[in-house]
C-alpha cells in the first residue's frame, strides 16, 4: 500500500503542473456542455472544446505510460531507474496501471455522463471504456522489451484502428453496449497482463531480439559516401530538417489514412448523389459507397489541420529545454540566418507535398472501386457496375482540370501555409510564445466566430454584414503590410535580408498571388454564380485580390518574423 | 626513448624533457649518434605541445647534447661533450639528498647507508647474494 | 606579424544584472594553443559563444579570422570545428549519417582523414548516437569537427566527465592539430594537469575578469614558491608586493609569489628574512594561488 501510495505520489510529483491543467479543462469541458444546455448553438465551440478534450487525454496516456524515450526504441519504453527502487515488479506494473484505468474511467464516466444528461442520444460507457483500453494497451506494447525498432510505433498504428474497428463493428450491428464494454474490459485484463510479464522481462535485462538490419562498416560508408553526398551545405541542411522536423506531418496523414482505409473500403450500399459539378455531360449523377463519401472530404480536410497542429509546435525542436537558446549544434552551423529558415521552408514544402502524395495514393486507391450512376430525371439508379475512375472520365474537360488542379494548388499552399506558422514562435526560444501564439490562435478564432455569429434575442444575426467583414480584413492586411515593412527594413539594415533575396523572395510570391488569384478565379467563376454573387460581379479582380493577399500576407510576415526571431536568439544581445 | 612528464611539481615541462634526455643519455640509454624522435612523434606519445618539445630540443642543441642535421632528423651527439662533471654529480646529489632524507626519517644512520652502498655494490659487479 | 585568428577588444556582457564578462580582451595568435581556465560559472563558455557569434557583444568588440561572427556567421563559422561539453548533437543521428552531413558544411573535409578517425576512435558507422555512450559521442563530436581540418579548433570543456581514454584522444587531438602547422586551438578547462600539457598560452578567468593572459612558460616561470626564515617569531605574516597566498608560523613562513627570484630576494631582505628554499610552482598550484588571492 505504501508502495503504491510512493508511486502515484511521484506520478503526481513529475507532473502536477499538467494535471492540474487537465482537470481545470476538464471542468472548463464541463461548464461548456451545461452552457450549451443540449442545444446545436455554437458547433464551433463544441467542436473546438472537444478537439482540446483528445488532446488531454492524449497528454494522461503519456503520463500514465511514463513515455520518455522516443518511439522507435527496442527496449522496454518503462524507465530503467525505476528497476532500482525497492518494489516488486508487480507493483511497478500494476500501481501506473491502475491508476491511469481509475483516472480515466472515472473522469470519462463524468464527462459522458453529464454529455448523457444533455443529449441524451449520447453513448456512456462504451466510449470510456475505449479510451481506458486504449491507455491499457498502449501501455502493454509500449512497456514490453519487444526487440524490433519501431515495433512499438507499427503496432500502435495498426492496434489502435484494429481495436476501435472492433468496436465499433458490433455497436453499429446493434450488439449492446453491455457485451462491447465486457470485450473491452477483457482487452484491458489481457494488457495487464501482457504488461507484466514485459516489465518482469526488461527488469532482468531480457529483450526480445530479432537482429534484421545489415551492419555498416567503414568500407561500405566509403563507398556509398560517393554518391551520397550532399551537392550543398543547403541540400545538407534540408536533409537535416526533414529528418529532423518534416517527416511528422507524412506519418501523421499516413495514420490516418490507415485508420480510414479500415472503414472506408467496406461496400455498403451506396449513397448519393454526390457531386460538386452538377451531373455529367450525359445528365446522371454518380453515387459511391457511404463511406467514400463521408471519409474522403474529411481526409482532404485533415491535412491542412493536421499541417496547423504539427507547426504549432507538435514536432522536434532545435530549442534546448533548459536555457530556451539553440541547440550549439543547430546555432553553429556555417549558414546564415536566411539560409537557416530557407532550408526550413523548403522542408515544410516538401513535407505538405509528401502528405498530399500520401493522400493522392489513397485516392488512386479509391479509382478501381465501384461505383453508381443516377438519372434525376427518373429518380432510379441507371448503372450499378460502373468504378469510380469511368465515373471521373465522364467528367473530363478542360475546365474540370483546371478547377481540380487549382484546388490542389491551393490545398497544398494551404498546407505549407499552416506547417511555417509556428516557426517564428519556435525560432524565438520564447516559451510563452510557442504555447501562447496556438491557444491564443484558436482563442480568437473562437471569440470571432461566437462575434459574428452572434443573435439577437429574437434570433436574428447581429455581426457585421459582408461588406464590413472585408473591410476588417483589409484593415487587417493593411497592418500586416506595415509590419512585413518594418521587419523588411530591419532586415535590410542588419543584413540578414539581401536585397537579392528579397528580389527573389518577391517574384516568389508575385507568382503565387497571380496563381492563388487565377484558383480564386476559377472558384468564382462563371461555374460558381452563388459564390460570384457575393462579389457582385464575376469573374472579379478585386474579390480574387483580396483572397490571395488575405492568404499570402501570414506566410509571408510569419517568414520574415522567423528570419528574425531566428538572428535575435542565436546571437543573443540579452 | 622512456620520458615521463608530469605536471604535478613545478618544473616546466620543457626542462623535464631536457633533464630527462640528459639523464638518459648519462646513463647510457641513449647513444652517441643514435636518432632522437622527431618533434612531432614525441608530442604525440608524450600528449604535449610540440612547440614545448622543440623549445626542448633547442636548449638540447644549445648545449650541444644533440645535433640537428639538416636533412634527416636530430642525433645524440657523436663528439659533444658528454654531460659534463658537474651535471653528472648535479643529478646525483639530487638523488643522494633524497635518498639521505628518508634515510634521516626512517631513523637509519648514516654509517649503515654507506655500509648498504657498498653491499649493493657488491652484488651488482658480483653478482652473489649477501645476507 | 600575421593578422590574429581571435581579437577581442574591451567585451562585456551581462546577464540580467550578473556580470559575466567585464571588459575582457584577448588575441590569439595564429598556431597558439590558448587554454581557458576558470572555475565553473567564470564565465569560460560565454566567451567561447562570443567567438562563435552566439552572443552578441553589448560592449567592445570580437573578431574572429578578422570577420564579425554575429553578421558572417557563414564566413566564420565554416573555418571553426567546434566541440561542445554536452555534445549537444541531435542524437538520431547515426555516426555516419553526421558524417555525411558535416561534410557538406565544409569544403575542405578530407574523407580519408575521417575515415583513419573513425578507425582510430573504434566507432561504429552505424551506431546511433543516442545509443552511444557519452565517451564515444565525444569522439564522434571530435570527428566531425576535425575531419575538416579547421583552421581554428574551438572546444569547451572538451573532457569534462569523460573517462581518461577519452580525455588522451581528445588531447592527441589537439596535439595533432597545431603539429599541421598554422592551426590554432581554443580550449577550456578545468582540468589543469590538461591544459598545462597542451597550451602554449593561457587565460585565468576569474568572475568574468581575466586575471592573467600570458604565455604558459612566462607564468610558470613567473610563480614560485618560496620557504622565508625570519630572524624573530611573527604572529601574522608581513605584507610582502607579489605574495599570493602564505602560510607557515613562527620564524618560518611558506609564501606564493608572482614575480622573478631576485625581486623576492630584495623583498625579503628588507623584512629581515632569508630565502631558504624556492622552487616552481605546478599550474594547478599557480591557479589555486591566484584565485584564492584574487
Known sequence: MIAARTLAWSIWQRNSRWLILIAGYFVFYGLVIVRLNGTDNHPTLFAVASVFLIFCYLALTGIFMYQDTDVGVRGSAYPTHMFTLPLRTYQLVFVPMLTGTVVFLSSGLAITKLIHGYYPDFPVFWPVMLVTATLAMLQALFWYPLGVPYSKLVLTLIGLPTLVYYVCMPLADKVSELIVCEYLGLVILSCYAIAYHGVAMARQGKI????????????????????????SPAAAQRWYEWRQQGLILPCLVLFCCSIFSVEMFRERGYVGPVTAQGPNKDGLYPMVWPMISAYAPLLVFLVPVIALIVGCGARRTDIKHSDRTFLLFFGARPMSDGGLVAQKLWMALKSSLVAWGIILVQFMAMLPIRAAVWDAKTQVIVDQDTTIFRMLVSYLNPQFIALTLSFIFVVILLTWRNFIIGFWTELSGKTWLRYGYPIGSIALYIGVDVFLTRRSPGGQPIGPNFEQTVMIIWAINVLRAILATTLIWRQLRSGVLTPRTLLRGAILGSLLLASLMVAVWFYTGSNRPEIATIYHSSPNFAGSLVIGLTVLW????????????????????? | MQIRITEQDGVPIYLQIVNQVKFLIASGRLTPGEEMPPIRTLAETLTVNPNTVARAYRELENEGIVTKKRTSGTYVSESGPRLSRDECLKILTERIDALLAEAKQMEIGNDEILELIKQRNHLMTNGEPTK | MNEPIIEIKNLVREFGNKRALDNVSMTIQPGTVMGLVGENGAGKTTLIKHVLGLLKAQQGTVKVFGMDPVSNPEGVLSKIGYLSEEGDMPTWMKVHELMRYSAAFYPTWDDQYAMKLLEEFKLDPGAKLSKMSKGQRSRAGLLVAMAYRPELLVLDEPSSGLDPIVRKDILGAIIRTIADDGRTV????????????????????????????????????SHLRATLLFEEPLSRHPDLAGSLTWSGSGKEWQLTYCGDGKSLDAAAKLLGAKVIERAGLSLEEIFVAQVGAA
Do not use: C, Y
Open chain 1, 208 to 231: 526480445q531480439l530479432f537482429s534484421l538490419k545489415p551492419k555498416i562498416t567503414p568500407a561500405r560508408i566509403h563507398k556509398q559516401s560517393k554518391w551520397l553526398k550532399f551537392s
Open chain 1, 554 to 574: 501570414t506566410p509571408i510576415v510569419r517568414i520574415l518574423m522567423a528570419t528574425e526571431m531566428l538572428h535575435q536568439n542565436r546571437h543573443r544581445a540579452t
Open chain 3, 186 to 221: 581554443l580550449f577550456s578547462s578545468h582540468l589543469l594537469s590538461e591544459v598545462e600539457r597542451v597550451a602554449d598560452q593561457i587565460s585565468i578567468v576569474r568572475n568574468g575578469k581575466i586575471l592573467i593572459s600570458d604565455n604558459l612558460d612566462t607564468v610558470k616561470e
